[in-house]
């Protein structure tokens, strides 16, 4: 718990660099977009269901404008599915003539999904997006674990990032895929990322002998999207 409280001030602090782009830009004279959300966990099964907590989305920004929006929470989940504890979700942005910028960063700590079949101290999503004269770009590098256990096989020790797209099998309950991106955009006047650092698919099988795999819930933890558009 203590380290996870302080990787997460010590991502919070570095929010203050995208925010503090509006002190360089100018006039805005043409269009740009940011949005941003984050949120720590998400529960879809067709036996319990919990929505995004805590959200943080992002508020409409004008102008030269930059603006933050924060949510926590003590705990959160849903018995015999998901547990959790000091959950933060944290999403800023600004806009310029020709550069924008958005983060957002999520974080979790003590995570139990499905009775301890994935477990870990502490999970953090960030992502980053930017948009300048050369282009527009997104990345997650501060995505991280720490002390991923899945199936009882330790995936990390310590603080430790994980590949992207990730995927896991979990006999008889679905898959997992860890640090999940989505990319948006086209790189050039337009860029997004989610990123699910948890994804659990539960699956059943339909359609007979043999069966077909078929997506039946889903459970998320900690997850940060952030884009940005000219």
Avoid: C
């Avoid at 660099?17 to 940011?34: E, I, P």
């Amino acid at each position: 718990m203590k380290a996870i409280k302080t990787l997460w001030v010590n991502r919070l602090a570095a929010l203050g660099l995208v925010v503090g782009l509006t002190a360089g830009f100018s006039a805005t004279s043409v269009a740009q977009s940011v949005a941003g959300q984050a949120y720590g966990t998400y529960v879809n099964t067709p036996v319990a269901a919990s929505g995004q907590s805590p959200l943080a989305v992002l508020p409409a920004i004008s102008g030269t404008d930059g603006d933050i929006a924060y949510a926590e929470a003590d705990a959160a989940g849903v018995p015999g599915t998901l547990s959790s504890d000091f959950l933060n979700s944290t999403t800023t942005g600004a806009l310029g003539a020709t550069e924008a910028g958005a983060q957002s960063t999520a974080t979790v700590a003590d995570v139990n999904i499905l009775n301890g079949l994935i477990t870990a101290s502490g999970v953090i999503a960030q992502v980053v997006s930017s948009q300048t004269a050369n282009g527009a770009v997104s990345n997650a590098n501060g995505s991280r674990f720490e002390n991923l256990v899945v199936a009882s096989v330790p995936v990390t020790s310590g603080d430790a990032a994980v590949a992207p797209n990730t995927n896991i099998i979990l006999p008889g309950v679905g898959y997992v895929v860890l640090n999940e991106q989505i990319p948006s955009g086209d790189g050039l006047t337009s860029s997004g990322l989610t990123v699910n650092m948890i994804h659990v698919y539960l699956q059943s099988l339909t359609g007979g002998v043999p069966g077909v795999p078929t997506t039946t819930g889903e459970i998320i933890v900690g997850s940060a999207t952030s884009n940005v558009a000219m």
